[in-house]
């Protein structure tokens, strides 16, 4: 058995669980690298993995003896089986948040559980830290984006529209990863103020700020960075914001770490914007794995406390409404004393 | 208040509902024609859809005062707001199969519900049946997935791949209508003979047969069209088998009207299939609508009588693993006496 189904066993033990029942895909994915749909159904004596007739092959050609995950086909399993699963079974846990009302009333009628216990997200958890293989892949995924930007900051010409440079961005990721982790943003002009902006038909023109919020994927893991640039010399007004935003985000690297409290980061990079007359209008980073947005949220509501092979996001962003907005943003792993940033594409005021 | 809006207040009358929480989003598009993310809440006084931010102004361009919706951004709700919605409520409704439990027992809490209501999908069965609005922009894409057919038929030649294809009928289905209803299925030679085949990089090559299952969708309205043809002459088997499934796909238009027992239908189609040495290996058809795959489901295993202005498929298919398989399907309206077929495209055996 794998080293996270062994960690489930052990957590599901202090729990007071006999068993229990998984249905997030991406939980599904963490525990055993299945991409598949069907139910994880952990008991006191197996693994089991109940799918359809369309993922059968599939599940059984990622999976090998050593892995000890039995799998069903749904049509199948029986009413009998489904009893067996949890016999003699005081305490079966479910994710409250991935099972609708109707299926949570059909598990506690087949499987006849006794007390079906609500979960509240340990799997999700647990995510947050990573492990060697994990951090790889993430790393990997880093690297490619940082050679993206590159081949991007050669790419750009002025009249090319965002959409095709968020093509292009694309296709980058599709030849050198397994494809884009979300849905590129090239913002140009006064489209850079609005901080979820979709690649338009706007054309680049000389004068310009663009920012570029992208990502790929690596054995399904994620990166996310942010850059903003400029065609021909920015304004003051520009240079200043660059200047406050890309100092935050050396600061919040400067604070990353096992142990800090990330709602005082947020609060501290908060005032610095407000002192400066602006405000912080979004989170300022969030856990990156399976998911491109995955637990903690980092912002000033929220009290998280750091732990060491958490990866992160640092993207402090201004927007002025109407005119322009500047956002940097790096995806970082903490350590025991301090971070490394895994992007790590120029930061400096870039003239294209 | 609109039609739909108002059956939907009586039919809560008669169920002993003062309330209703609906979450299906194709639900809440039907009744409100809302294409947005959120809930929609149907209290004794007011119908009100709770969204956020980035909906808001999407949806007050959509409603007029004719439709009396009030619309909340989900962050302005007080807890005095939650609790004054159902006041006094002795029976509120919920969708059991589309809420999370945790939902479920956060609605319950913050709504103050007293008796919690499951639904049992009295929205999707209302659906089932059409009205004139609804057929007519079925009609529509129906009229519009013939053309394309005329379209693709002129288009295919040796030598081109299924994805091209498949390419050509997206692109009509932009162009012409609101975009494809599903993935276009292209599947050529042996690929044929997997029902759900998806279209590969394998070029057409003369004496081959072509499935082409497509449709697009019209005011969020879908239809469903499938035709197979050859390349050059079929084989006698080839020509056999289409001549089954041909007539069966007749037989059923013969049968489908107000009244018809859909299992028993099912059932005729199954055993002249198993008269001649095959199998139904999938369902015989299916409603259309907003979703493409709606109920009823036809097959002979459910039950079901078809109902004046049901909009459903009619699509027998024989599969011959490894070699070649044949569909025909048309999208088919349901009236007192008999049906009428919506999909027009020619069926006698065409050779390109």
Known sequence: MNAKLQWLRNKMSSLNLQGIIISNPVNIKYLTKIDAEGTLVITPKENVFITDGRYIEHVH????????????????????????????????????????????????????????????HIIEKQRMIKDEEEINSIKKACNITDECFKNILNYIKVGM????????????????????????????????????????????????????????????????????????????????????????????????????????????????????????????????????HETPKINYKNDSTLKENMIISDEPGIYIPGKFGVRIEDTVQITKFSCISLTNSGKDLTII
């Open 161 to 292: 529209t965002e959409k095709q440079i968020a093509k292009q961005i694309e296709d980058f990721y599709i030849e050198n990863a397994e494809g884009i982790s979300f849905e590129p943003i090239v913002a140009s002009g006064e489209n850079s103020s609005k901080p979820h902006a979709v690649p338009t038909d706007r054309k680049i023109q000389e004068q310009d700020i663009i920012t570029i919020d992208m990502g790929c994927k690596i054995n399904g893991y994620c990166s996310d960075m942010t850059r903003t640039i400029f065609v021909g010399e920015p304004s003051e007004e520009m240079r200043k914001i660059y200047e406050i935003v890309l100092n935050n985000n050396k600061f919040v690297l400067s604070q990353y770490k096992e142990g800090a409290n990330t709602r005082q980061i947020a609060k501290m990079v908060e005032n610095n914007f407000k002192l400066n007359g602006h405000n912080l209008i979004h989170g300022l980073g969030h856990g990156i794995g399976l998911e491109i």
């Open 61 to 120: 050609s990622i999976l090998t003896l050593f892995d000890e995950i039995i799998v069903y086909d749904i049509n199948d399993v029986s009413l009998d089986d489904y009893e067996n699963f949890f016999m003699f079974c005081e305490n079966v846990g479910f994710e409250e948040n991935y099972i609708t009302y109707a299926k949570y009333k059909e598990y506690k009628r087949i499987y006849k559980i006794n007390n079906f216990v609500e979960t509240e």
